[in-house]
């Protein structure tokens, strides 16, 4: 250890003398804290690892302490490619949200130039506007759509698909349109292209390949 030093007389540094005991006593110190800091360092380290097999801790995947990651949520999928009861119970929670928010607050009065249907569920082609629009309200009610996200829902996504649904000419047109008197009827698509139906007959007018 070099030895401290102390200007002399003549302004030249000299060794400055510490007494044996007194050294010792500093080395020691110094040996204590780098002991001290390695310790410290050996905790830090086992924290930062994983949980053992069989800890409490370990399924909890707490940031800094290891043990499997938090799962994703799953990714939304449009309602018409869902089915079985995975579609029965999200057609379920469209209509708890159909029912007591959407028409109590952006439900019109029923009238020839916006029907309504009591039985919507069963109209395809509006669950899917529904459903979307349900998603859509999802996503911009959340803090990181911004101060605007909700405005951005009623712009781009309420007032269309409104517009759509409840048209004069649209998929309920059919239906109720006066709420003294309650209506239901799917309206018939247009049949499949000629393309299609020819191609269905030329393949039924084919003799099956006999089997070996």
């Given at each position: 250890?070099?030895?401290?030093?102390?200007?002399?007389?003549?302004?030249?540094?000299?060794?400055?003398?510490?007494?044996?005991?007194?050294?010792?006593?500093?080395?020691?110190?110094?040996?204590?804290?780098?002991?001290?800091?390695?310790?410290?360092?050996?905790?830090?380290?086992?924290?930062?690892?994983?949980?053992?097999?069989?800890?409490?801790?370990?399924?909890?995947?707490?940031?800094?302490?290891?043990?499997?990651?938090?799962?994703?949520?799953p990714e939304p999928r449009p309602i018409l490619e869902l089915d079985g009861e995975e579609r029965e119970d999200e057609l379920d929670a469209l209509s708890d949200w159909?029912?007591?928010?959407?028409?109590?607050?952006?439900?019109?009065?029923?009238?020839?130039?916006?029907?309504?249907?009591?039985?919507?569920?069963?109209?395809?082609?509006?669950?899917?506007?529904?459903?979307?629009?349900?998603?859509?309200?999802?996503?911009?009610?959340?803090?990181?759509?911004?101060?605007?996200?909700?405005?951005?829902?009623?712009?781009?996504?309420?007032?269309?698909?409104?517009?759509?649904?409840?048209?004069?000419?649209?998929?309920?047109?059919?239906?109720?349109?006066?709420?003294?008197?309650?209506?239901?009827?799917?309206?018939?698509?247009?049949?499949?292209?000629?393309?299609?139906?020819?191609?269905?007959?030329?393949?039924?007018?084919?003799?099956?390949?006999?089997?070996?």
């Amino acid at each position: 250890m070099p030895e401290p030093t102390k200007p002399s007389g003549d302004g030249e540094l000299e060794p400055v003398r510490i007494p044996d005991p007194q050294l010792e006593g500093i080395e020691a110190s110094v040996r204590r804290l780098m002991e001290q800091s390695t310790q410290q360092a050996q905790q830090l380290d086992h924290l930062a690892a994983a949980p053992a097999p069989g800890s409490p801790f370990a399924a909890f995947g707490m940031p800094g302490l290891g043990g499997p990651p938090a799962a994703a949520p799953p990714e939304p999928r449009p309602i018409l490619e869902l089915d079985g009861e995975e579609r029965e119970d999200e057609l379920d929670a469209l209509s708890d949200w159909i029912d007591d928010f959407f028409l109590p607050v952006y439900g019109a009065e029923v009238t020839t130039a916006a029907p309504w249907c009591l039985r919507w569920q069963e109209h395809d082609d509006v669950v899917a506007w529904l459903h979307a629009l349900w998603l859509a309200y999802q996503q911009h009610k959340e803090p990181e759509a911004g101060l605007s996200g909700m405005f951005v829902w009623h712009r781009d996504f309420l007032t269309h698909a409104v517009a759509a649904i409840r048209a004069p000419g649209g998929p309920l047109s059919a239906c109720m349109t006066s709420p003294d008197r309650p209506a239901h009827r799917l309206l018939p698509g247009p049949p499949r292209s000629l393309r299609a139906e020819t191609a269905a007959t030329v393949n039924a007018a084919e003799p099956d390949e006999p089997t070996s």
